[in-house]
């Protein structure tokens, strides 16, 4: 029989509890739709190229200004310069006595820097390949080089513990910055400015140098234990990132205050072995131990996008092309890899 009008249907506790499952369930699925939309990712890195050419492990890359061309170094002591769209190497740079350790483009892109295992830092001609001058000084090999945002001069780091500021002009080193104790230099960037030098040590610290003063302005103790890998700067150079051993990127106010980490989970990652900032600073590219290229929103500290396995053995350097729409990758596997950064989410209304 049918409900009369205006006469309530008896209490039914089955019914009751039915019905209470029913929108438990709706309210879960719903909550699990939003969720799974959250974890959608909106941005994909996909495979692009492979560069071969290098006889020995890649150390490291760097995009030219505009992004058509990169430049890598390798431990077979050369320098190649590489035609992003045709993916062919259009020069080959040799001069090192050992291995190429780092490579560096001025803001212009009129000059490349390398350092070495040599203890050289030298200055080449991109457009000739020739190399216009070589400095001397570090007593162990370079780990890492940079230009100030003018490239009238450059620094670099060393095995020695030292950084030096090269005057390109000159022809001189123009200053020589060392702690003490001077642990050995492992990573080395210069904020937009021009005016602070951090450097990363095998000693688990960083080193927070006034380029005009010369002045250590702070050490940081225990940044990444035991060794820091990688430094690179905001472009508003109100900050700047680290990684090292661990599982942790950390965000650094310019003079060393600490502002927040990058969680990357310690059970899957023990070490970040290089990072790059986009070009807006709202993202940064890490590099791990499990061979993983990740993307990272620095509002929201969300993994953006992973490209699982990049390489077959440890990755050693990334770069990121100033419009964010590329990554360059370079490893012990002796391949400098290209991939595309991809927005796949339609924008939401």
């Not at 904020?191 to 095998?202: L, Q, R």
């Not at 061979?291 to 770069?319: E, F, N, P, Y």
């Amino acid at each position: 029989m049918g409900e009369k009008p205006g006469e309530k249907e008896p209490d039914d506790p089955a019914r009751k509890g039915m019905d209470a499952l029913r929108r438990s369930v709706g309210e879960t699925m719903e909550k699990a739709t939003e969720i799974m939309a959250e974890m959608e990712p909106e941005i994909v890195i996909e495979a692009a190229a492979t560069l071969d050419g290098h006889e020995s492990t890649v150390t490291s890359v760097a995009f030219f200004p505009g992004g058509g061309r990169l430049a890598s170094g390798s431990e077979d002591r050369t320098i190649r310069l590489w035609d992003i769209e045709t993916r062919r190497c259009i020069a080959t740079l040799s001069g090192h006595a050992a291995e190429v350790t780092s490579v560096a483009i001025s803001a212009d892109g009129t000059r490349l820097a390398s350092g070495g295992g040599d203890g050289t830092v030298k200055v080449w001609d991109p457009p000739t390949g020739v190399c216009a001058m070589t400095f001397s000084g570090h007593a162990g090999w370079v780990s890492s080089v940079a230009f100030l945002p003018d490239g009238a001069a450059l620094i670099s780091g060393a095995e020695d513990g030292s950084c030096r500021v090269w005057d390109i002009a000159k022809g001189e080193c123009a200053r020589v910055l060392k702690a003490k104790p001077a642990p050995a230099i492992s990573a080395l960037a210069v904020s937009p400015d021009g005016t602070i030098a951090v450097a990363g040590t095998e000693r688990s610290s960083l080193l927070i140098w006034d380029l005009k003063t010369g002045d250590l302005v702070r050490t940081i103790d225990a940044a990444h234990v035991p060794q820091v890998h990688a430094v690179a700067w905001a472009p508003d150079g109100r900050r700047f990132v680290s990684a090292g051993d661990g599982a942790l990127v950390k965000l650094w106010q310019a003079r060393g205050k600490p502002l927040r980490s990058l969680d990357l989970d310690p059970v899957l990652v023990d070490s970040v072995r290089s990072i790059a900032i986009s070009s807006d600073g709202a993202r940064i590219l890490t590099a791990d131990d499990r061979l993983q290229l990740k993307i990272w929103d620095v509002g929201s500290s969300k993994c953006l996008a992973t490209s699982r396995k990049a390489h077959a053995d440890t990755i050693t350097a990334v770069g990121l092309s100033p419009d964010g729409g590329a990554i360059a990758s370079a490893s012990w596997d002796k391949t400098v890899k290209l991939w595309a950064v991809k927005k796949i989410a339609a924008d939401k209304p």
